[in-house]
């Protein structure tokens, strides 16, 4: 694969993964691929966005399954399940990614998928419970009691799905080169700390 600087962007719920991975892009010069990355499959696919969006890092349901196997009956992906066909087509598009362009990549296994990038640099970004509640509080305006159910089941969420298609664990140190506290660090200073290990990375 091309050596291309590829930066991935794991992240629980509410610890500002996403903000993260946004400033640091625009710091470094790069693109960010988060949402943007569902237009990309989508338009290499010809997979809907709108079913992209509602598979975003979940794991399968048989219902939507069943629905858009009788909207997409040729659908060029041969899998099972309907996760497995969109999982390939996401795969696609990101190792073509990773082939032409430097930039960031938040979640969706971006960094198995790209394992054998030279130059990536996998990041996971996370913060205790209690401040992702009070985090998603605030920003959702919903009570504590709600935000915490969220964060809970939108990181049970991402685990299985990050568990079941890569040969790794989700949020386990031994999966990332790097792990940020961002209730330590604040968003600004997660991007920092990142920069410099990327720094010092080059520099040997």
């Not at 009691?145 to 049970?156: E, N, S, Y």
């Not at 200073?189 to 290990?197: P, W």
């Amino acid at each position: 694969m091309a050596e291309n600087m590829i930066i991935t962007i794991g992240r629980q719920f509410g610890s500002g993964g996403h903000q993260v991975g946004r400033k640091l892009a625009k710091e470094l010069g790069l693109k960010i691929y988060d949402k943007e990355l569902l237009k990309l499959v989508a338009e290499e696919s010809g997979i809907c966005e709108k079913v992209l969006e509602n598979y975003d890092e979940k794991p399968t349901s048989s219902l939507l399954y069943s629905i858009v196997m009788d909207v997409y009956p040729s659908m060029n992906y041969v899998g099972t399940t309907l996760n497995q066909q969109i999982y390939q087509a996401q795969y696609d598009a990101i190792r073509r990614l990773g082939e032409r362009e430097s930039c960031v990549i938040v979640g969706r296994g971006a960094d198995y998928i790209l394992r054998d990038c030279k130059d990536l640099t996998s990041v996971f970004v996370h913060a205790p419970l209690d401040f992702r509640v009070k985090r998603v509080a605030e920003f959702e305006h919903i009570t504590e009691a709600k935000a915490r159910d969220m964060v809970i089941k939108a990181d049970k969420k991402r685990a299985s799905f990050y568990n079941f298609q890569t040969e790794k664990k989700w949020g386990a140190v031994d999966s990332y080169n790097l792990a940020v506290d961002t209730s330590d660090l604040g968003i600004d200073g997660a991007v920092k700390l990142i920069q410099q290990y990327i720094r010092i990375k080059h520099e040997k």
